[in-house]
């Protein structure tokens, strides 16, 4: 289980040492794109909190993965954290525990409040009541508010290997595996979700075709009726071409450590087809399509002129 890894990472250690020495903050603020991963990070610090160590058969425990520990109030109740969420947390914790000593709050991306929210916790966050501990998570620091990054200690929390998400994700198919743990970057909760997804392998070689396959212009509109067969998942191939890319140059550098494991048979032909500055313009594009989606470009304008000026560079560029 995810909670089993977790107890483990060097993060969690550093905090059960400031938990036995009485020196952990009561405003913790944990930094990472797996929004699965952090929240499932704040549940165990939450029984470290309850108990003062992480106790497996403590009632503590049990009922915060029971989803039932009155103690433990999760935020927000809804998509984002709204001002309504904000004014009942500071309502809340000022309320005594039911069943533990301690009450803890999980706040989930903060980065995604309302300023007006975030700024209705500073000074909850600054002074906390007598035994109320609050869990911030954010993929990004940078959009959570400057005073409320101050009034937190801060975590980065680390990555996970990829054999330990390989074993946590284990059943849905060595392929399938193998793809999700390399598209998945270190993300547990991303490595599932691409497990889920219906023809996630053959998203991936058709992605991948596209560098390896696509020769010339008449072909552009074959690969693109192929590629928007999978939809509203523009961003995902985008990304798959990209990590595609990244393997291509490895193969160039004479490195064999391919993240698109079981493609080398498609990619050790082909590489010697693009130089190093044609792989590296192409990125830049993939940038500028990327940039294209959030602005609400047609999105099948978008991929047939990304797919002939990746043919357009690979030419120029010889």
């Known amino acids: ?3 089993d890894e977790i107890i483990k990472t060097w993060d969690f250690l550093a905090l059960v040492k400031e938990c036995e020495s009485d020196k952990l903050s009561k405003s913790l603020l944990f930094i990472s794109k797996d929004n699965l991963y952090s929240f499932e990070f704040c549940k165990a610090i939450a029984c470290l909190i309850f108990d003062g160590e992480f106790d497996e058969k403590s009632e ?6 029971a989803n039932s520990h009155p103690d433990l109030k999760v935020f927000p109740l809804k998509d984002k954290l709204v001002v309504a969420d904000a004014q ?3 309502a809340e914790s000022f309320i005594k525990p039911i069943f533990a000593e301690k009450k803890v709050f999980i706040i989930k991306n903060i980065d995604e409040a309302m300023e007006v929210a975030q700024n209705k916790l500073l000074k909850i966050l600054e002074e906390p ?4 501990y609050f869990l911030l998570t954010c993929n990004n620091l940078n959009k959570v508010l400057p005073t409320i990054r101050s009034r937190c200690n801060k975590t980065e929390l680390k990555r996970l290997d990829d054999e330990i998400i390989k074993k946590l994700i284990h059943g849905a198919g060595e392929e399938e595996e193998n793809l999700a743990v390399a598209v998945g970057d270190g993300q547990i909760g991303k490595a ?3 497990c889920k997804k219906k023809d996630f392998v053959s998203l991936c070689k058709d992605a ?3 560098l390896t396959k696509m020769k010339t212009s008449k072909e552009v509109l074959i690969f693109s009726k192929k590629l928007q067969n999978y939809k509203d998942e523009y961003l995902l191939i985008l990304e798959i071409i990209s990590i595609a890319i990244s393997d291509l140059l490895k193969i160039k550098a004479g490195k064999n450590d391919l993240r698109l494991t079981g493609f080398e048979h498609e990619f050790e032909p082909v590489a010697s087809e693009y130089t190093v500055r044609a792989l590296c ?3 830049f594009l993939i ?3 990327v940039k294209e989606k959030f602005y609400n470009v047609n999105s099948t304008l978008s991929l047939e002129n990304f797919l002939l000026n990746i043919l357009e560079v690979k030419y120029l560029c010889k």
């Open 129 to 132: 009541p007598k035994n109320v």
């Open 192 to 194: 599932l979700d691409l």
């Open 60 to 65: 503590n425990n049990l009922k915060v993965y």
């Open 287 to 289: 940038d500028n399509v």
């Open 88 to 90: 009942e947390i500071v």
């Open 1 to 3: 289980m995810l909670k």
């Open 208 to 210: 991948a075709s596209v």
């Open 281 to 283: 313009e192409i990125s």
